[in-house]
């Protein structure tokens, strides 16, 4: 228990936190894009898992042929992927108008299955499981103490929060296109009456939110495990969705609630080490239900973006 | 615009129509609702593609196939239900689609705005938000975001349904500044003396053919009106003597509420309406008259005072407990308030499906039945299986009236009860609360169409802002009068 | 010539065609995978849809298939129609499973007839008492149930894993499996010597009961009100918020009673992949259904028909098995959008003028 307080412990639960964030991070961002516009894609959970294997099995077999950057490779196709998944959701919800719930949850389903049955044709049955060496973490504070540990992370971390929050903010709040995609979120007739396509803008943050979504998840085949196992998301997708809320469709705030569920789980771990008498299993539950949390505390009263799950007609 | 045809499904919205417009003229397109005025102009707009016909900008044949192609001709459309983004500030309404490249500089966008605004004559607040804005002051950033975009053709659908008669007086002013800067101006309205006071030229339009078009300064009202419904004088309405005094059915006693964001909605609001009489409350949308409906109908709670029906406190009671003390409730958006996707008999008797079934079980051929009788009774034309999203707006009020009417109610709350509706539909409701009044029942009658309020009410009473302004017997009412309580000029 | 598409009904004959018209769709999209693997596609087919029904014992089989999804697909079909969307029926399965399992293992010195009835009584309210929170948040707090039914999935199942890991795992084997339930709990054969159980008699009983209350009842009606119109339904009179949280209850006792059917009718035990989806499945079935009970259980039946076969192309053909789980995402996806053709009328009409589009 004296272990808790160290400065050690902290420093690692920290280090830990910006690590397991970092998905849910690029996730989250791509649904708060989706969702401003007005659309729920409820296939974040699916593009996660797609995005891992097609970035796993995409670096295995570019490594096997001994191609230079093939972790590169590996992230381009599943971001390739992630988009097209953004345009399959975004025929269903905005050319069809279907059901969004269920058009969502669809795609998460066929990427899961495709991601299980492609790895299958491409690894077959094994007893060991494929792995690669994955992304390397870069020390920025090389040999100094806290900062030094702290700032040894995967590139796409730094990238996460240096660039693609601020970058987020910036291109929703600060642009042109950011302000289309708000009011399309809020009022689609205003902006059909003002010339410009809803259509158009809805298919693009879908195809956005969808490639991010997949960096999320490849983020976990390629970086942090350097294999694609069943369980890589294990839901991570759904939380992503709770945080949008949570976060009042607001990147920084999305940030800092994938860092509250990155914290979690971080320290979740840690105390597993700790000698609980608890099974492992509560502890790994434990993220989520402080996620359920979460949104009971916070999230009343939320105004949800004026157009959510509307498809637009011109009626 | 020439040889205009447009279907929907199996309806001709559109027939063969053929509509001018001159340089620097306020030409009115006068029909009634479900003419296809605004179908046409939706047509011009670009927001639907005609079926036939052409379209000419200045003698050049163009195609409009988006909004984006009827801005590039320099038209601007303001319509009925205003195109904004409520949270969004009324600069990055106006400025919407209009910028390219990148990068959005708040302060030039704002400045421009703000230098439209004097230039065209019209006030707004570049910073205010949409949704702190009056419907007058909305309907302001609407004009200047067309001609911001360099609009010299203004369509305006239905302009004034929603103003006080003072700003409709704002407004003819400057639509007339605008016609001698040069604009053109198509001015849609079913209002027979706006059209009169401010057109230069006129085209009516029945069930989606012309059937007129002449210089305002030739016709008048009655000509105007005949062509519109093929009869010279329409919605009068005769109201039959009223004899003594009656109790008391429907008494509100400084009754207080909030609105959906917990802000006051009603400020100790009084009303009495009297067993056979029409109490005609008066006001600008949103000035609390939906909350007071909904208080009403048993669907939204009261913060202080009481309800009473005939002697009975109805305060807080729900929805079933008010129609079970004899409360019929119209609401105010039918369509919105009734099951689409249902039938026509089971939104006749899902208010009431207790007496409809037994421990749980329906009794479909009883619904059934009572659905039958009451469609003949009120000469509905529908089936019962008919899913209710099919009706025509006349059907679907006729559903909502038959319901309620059915249920012989001694106090009816009625809120804009032929808002949308033409004039024949609009005839018979108006008919059948009359009918309700004879019989005894005391009716609150909520509308912002002061014509029907001025033709049907013994008494009116004006809200604003939540709270009555003054109740006077109908007789003592004149319509500037009216406006300016309306607009919360209290009268000393 | 150009095609006209007015928002009209289709003619009954288009609709009616519309489930096998995706089926075909999806079986010519996914034959790609298929001969990615080298195999026939049309012979995989005939393993998917024919095979199965080619003779008694793989016929039994789909209907043991179809028996927990019968019970999934009701679930979600009865709580998408109130407007409720349950996507937490795995989770309430997976309780319903444990809290059968846990009756199971003290009926040892108890008939069958005691047994039985407890085990699924004990699932269901497992099931149901998993929905309780995510409805009572929907209710009083008005947050959305869709995050807090699928967070709780994944709670369930580590629960799961963490009792049998712990308290209940097999002291024989030493697997992450309950011990055996008693002989009594067990959900007695249909036909002898088969995996048929008594199961698919409940998930057929509960089809009719979806049915009847949906059709029949007030409360049938009340609740579809509300899945279509929540601010209509509340208008008039109904009590919106019962209604809610009724169906979400009922919802999750069907889920749990679907978990209770596992373990007492094939495996016998608590296993941790007691579920390899039904609950997620049940949503496609419920979709294809298109919410009544009736296209539920044809629904259901198909799946379980594909799901046999599945094993079969795998075996045969060697196409790894989870190409029937990318058949079902397709056919929902492929169903989703042939659904929405029915309301429009496609017909051909004259070109117009210059300017018409």
């Known amino acids: ?315 | 615009m020439h040889g205009i045809s447009k279907h929907f499904g199996l309806v001709l919205a559109n027939d063969q129509v053929d509509f001018t417009l001159r340089k620097g003229e306020i030409h009115a397109l006068l029909g009634e609702n479900g003419a296809g005025k605004t179908t046409l102009m939706r047509i011009l707009y670009g927001l639907y593609q005609a079926d036939e016909g052409e379209i000419k900008v200045q003698d050049q044949p163009v195609v409009i196939s988006s909004p984006k192609d009827a801005i590039r001709h320099g038209i601007g459309m303001v319509s009925q239900h205003f195109a904004l983004a409520a949270p969004l500030t009324v600069t990055e309404n106006i400025i919407l689609g209009t910028t390219s490249g990148l990068n959005l500089n708040m302060e030039h966008a704002e400045r421009s705005v703000r230098e439209a605004s004097t230039h065209y004559g019209i006030q707004i607040d570049p910073v205010a938000t949409i949704r702190d804005l009056s419907v007058g002051q909305r309907q302001r950033v609407e004009i200047l975001k067309a001609l911001y975009r360099d609009a010299t053709v203004l369509v305006l659908d239905e302009p004034t349904a929603v103003l006080t008669p003072q700003e409709v007086e704002q407004l003819f002013i400057s639509l007339v500044g605008l016609k001698e800067q040069g604009f053109s101006v198509v001015f849609i309205s079913h209002k027979l003396h706006e059209v009169m006071a401010i057109t230069d030229h006129v085209t009516v339009l029945r069930l989606g053919r012309v059937v007129g078009e002449v210089p305002t300064k030739d016709t008048s009202p009655n000509e105007l009106a005949r062509m519109m419904v093929g009869r010279s004088t329409f919605g009068v309405t005769n109201k039959p003597e009223d004899n003594g005094p009656h109790q008391e059915g429907l008494v509100l006693d400084r009754v207080t509420a909030l609105d959906n964001k917990g802000l006051p909605a009603l400020r100790e609001v009084s009303l009495i309406v009297r067993a056979g009489e029409i109490l005609g409350l008066a006001g600008v949308s949103g000035n609390g008259q939906t909350e007071l409906a909904e208080v009403l109908a048993g669907t939204r709670p009261v913060t202080h005072g009481r309800v009473k029906v005939f002697e009975q406190d109805v305060t807080d009671f729900d929805a079933q407990a008010m129609m079970a003390a004899g409360v019929g409730r119209i609401p105010e958006d039918s369509r919105a308030n009734i099951i689409g996707q249902m039938t026509v008999a089971q939104n006749m008797v899902i208010e009431r499906l207790d007496q409809f079934s037994s421990r749980g079980y329906l009794d479909r051929r009883a619904i059934r039945r009572y659905a039958q009788e009451l469609i003949k009774e009120y000469q509905i034309k529908a089936f019962p299986e008919d899913h209710m999203r099919t009706l025509s707006g006349g059907n679907l009020q006729k559903v909502v009236l038959a319901r309620v009417l059915a249920q012989k109610p001694r106090v009816l709350m009625v809120a804009q009860p032929t808002r949308g509706l033409d004039v024949a539909a609009t005839e018979y409701v108006r008919s059948k609360l009359l009918e309700q009044r004879s019989e005894g029942a005391a009716i609150l009658l909520i509308s912002e169409d002061l014509d029907e309020i001025m033709q049907l009410s013994d008494t009116i009473a004006v809200i604003y802002e939540g709270s009555i302004m003054a109740v006077m017997p109908a007789s003592d009412a004149t319509p500037e009068g009216l406006g300016l309580l309306m607009a919360g000029v209290q009268q000393t | 010539m150009r095609l006209q598409i007015d928002k009209l009904p289709a003619p009954l004959w288009m609709r009616s065609l519309i489930p096998v018209v995706s089926v075909v769709v999806t079986f010519l999209l996914t034959s790609g995978f298929v001969l990615a693997v080298g195999a026939n596609p049309v012979e995989a087919a005939y393993y998917f849809l024919l095979d199965p029904l080619s003779n008694p014992v793989r016929l039994i089989e789909v209907l043991v298939k179809a028996t927990p999804l019968l019970m999934t697909g009701a679930a979600v079909a009865f709580a998408f129609a109130g407007g409720y969307w349950n996507i937490g029926v795995e989770g309430q399965l997976y309780m319903g499973a444990t809290a059968a399992t846990a009756i199971g293992l003290q009926m040892h010195d108890f008939p069958a007839w005691v047994a039985l009835p407890l085990m699924v009584v004990a699932g269901f309210l497992a099931g149901m008492a998993w929905a309780v929170l995510p409805a009572f948040m929907k209710v009083r707090l008005k947050i959305d149930e869709v995050v807090t039914t699928l967070l709780l999935n994944y709670v369930a199942i580590y629960l799961v894993g963490a009792i049998l890991n712990g308290p209940w795992r097999d002291p024989i084997s030493q697997w992450p499996q309950s011990p055996e339930i008693a002989a009594s709990a067990i959900f007695p054969r249909l036909i002898p010597r088969s995996r048929l159980h008594l199961g698919f008699i409940l998930a057929l009983v509960i089809i009719v009961v979806l049915w009847f209350v949906l059709s029949r009842t007030s409360f049938g009606l009340k609740m579809r009100a509300v899945g279509f119109n929540l601010d209509a339904a509340y208008f008039s009179g109904i009590h919106v918020n019962r209604v809610i949280m009724t169906v979400a209850l009922i919802s999750g006792g069907i889920g749990g009673l679907a978990g209770a059917s596992e373990v007492a009718g094939i495996h016998f035990h608590l296993i941790d992949a007691i579920s390899p989806g039904y609950g997620y499945t049940g949503i496609i079935i419920a979709t294809l259904g298109s919410l009544n009970a009736l296209g539920v259980a044809a629904a259901a039946l198909f799946i379980g028909l594909i799901d046999t076969g599945s094993q079969t192309v795998s075996r045969a053909l060697g196409v790894p098995a989870y190409l029937g789980d990318v058949l079902q995402a397709t056919l929902l996806l492929v169903t989703l959008a042939m659904l929405l053709l029915q309301r429009y009328r496609i017909s051909l009409r004259r070109k117009g003028s210059p300017q018409t589009e």
């Open chain 1, 1 to 315: 228990m004296q272990e808790a307080l160290t400065t050690t412990f902290l420093v690692g639960l920290i280090t830990a936190t910006l690590r397991v964030a970092t998905p849910l991070v690029y996730a989250a961002i791509g649904e708060v894009f989706t969702e401003r516009a007005g659309i729920l894609n409820l296939g974040i959970e699916g593009i996660m898992f797609l995005g891992a294997f097609v970035g796993f099995a995409t670096a295995y077999t570019a490594d096997q042929a001994g191609m230079a950057g093939y972790l590169w490779i590996g992230l381009f196709s599943a971001i390739i992927a992630g988009i097209l998944m953004g345009f399959l959701m975004a025929f269903f919800s905005v050319t069809l108008g279907v059901n969004q719930h269920v058009s969502g949850l669809g795609i998460t389903l066929l990427c899961t299955g495709l991601s299980l049955f492609g790895f299958r044709l491409v690894f077959g049955e094994r007893a060991v499981l494929p792995s690669i060496d994955p992304f390397p973490q870069l020390s920025l504070f090389e040999g100094i103490p806290v900062l030094g540990d702290i700032f040894s992370q995967y590139l796409l971390t730094y990238v996460a929060f240096l660039v693609l929050v601020p970058l987020s903010w910036w291109l929703l709040f600060r642009t042109s296109l950011g302000l289309n995609i708000r009011a399309v979120g809020e009022n689609p007739e205003a902006v059909d009456a003002a010339g410009l396509s809803v259509f158009r803008t809805r298919y693009l943050v879908l195809a956005l939110g969808g490639g991010l979504m997949a960096i999320g998840g490849a983020f976990l085949s390629l970086a942090q495990l350097g294999a694609f196992t069943p369980g890589i998301i294990a839901g991570r997708g759904w939380v992503c969705i709770a945080l949008v809320i949570f976060a009042r469709w607001q990147p920084v705030r999305a940030m800092l609630g994938a860092l509250l569920f990155g914290g979690v789980f971080a320290l979740q771990l840690r105390l597993q080490t700790m000698g609980f008498e608890l099974p492992f299993e509560i502890f790994l539950a434990l993220p989520y239900l402080v996620t359920i949390a979460a949104l009971a505390l916070a999230s009343r009263h939320v105004s949800y973006p004026g157009a959510y799950l509307k498809p637009y007609r011109r009626e």
